[in-house]
């Protein structure tokens, strides 16, 4: 079955418009794989504006009835330690190269949390395609929509081959 289900994935892909992507969802969760097409994949990656983040963010907890957030540097010093590390390992992940994991960077930045949750993503050309990845994933949309977050922090790095590699830090004092 998994074979017939990667075959016609793949046989899908060449078919779809130039536009369009087409997600599959990860077998264990917390993830998904997406294909897109040449032109996306041939777009340049957007610089990352944590202002506007910060309204995309509020506009999708406010439709959701949670409270607006802030944006706080201490928590964006955190967001760029996993995106320098993810780009500089050209991998995704929650765990730092270091071990570390989100409770301990936001400490290192200088927020001293009692909830700090991570979104991460790679291969976006904008913050708002992360953001509608992680809005279309139900684990990252839970950390979305947690109603005792009140700060945000975000980030983007490259790595060496241009890669985008997305994080947002989600957090309360």
């Known amino acids: 079955m998994l074979k017939r289900s990667i075959m016609v994935a793949a ?8 536009a369009a992507g087409w997600t599959l ?4 969760g917390g993830c998904s794989i997406t294909f897109v097409s040449p032109e996306y994949a041939a777009r340049h990656v957007q610089k990352l504006d944590p ?13 959701y009835g949670r409270k607006p957030v802030v944006l706080d540097e ?17 991998s ?3 765990y730092g190269s270091d ?11 200088g927020f001293h949390a009692k ?6 993503a ?38 060496e081959s241009g890669r985008p590699y997305w994080t947002l830090v989600l957090g309360a004092e």
Do not use: Y
């Open 92 to 94: 995704i992940g929650h």
């Open 115 to 120: 909830i700090a949750s991570e979104n991460v």
């Open 99 to 109: 071990g570390s994991k989100p409770m301990q960077r936001a400490a290192r930045a």
């Open 51 to 63: 202002e506007k983040a910060l309204a995309r963010i509020n506009a999708f907890r406010t439709k």
């Open 74 to 90: 201490r928590l964006s010093q955190a967001a760029a330690m996993q995106s320098k590390d993810q780009a500089g390992r050209s």
């Open 25 to 28: 969802p990860c077998l264990f």
């Open 11 to 18: 046989l899908l892909v060449p078919a779809a418009p130039a």
């Open 122 to 159: 790679s291969g976006q050309k904008s913050f708002g395609d992360a953001m509608r990845s992680w809005e279309g994933s139900s684990g990252h949309r839970e950390n979305l929509l947690r109603p005792e977050v009140t700060a945000i922090g975000v980030a983007m790095a490259k790595n």
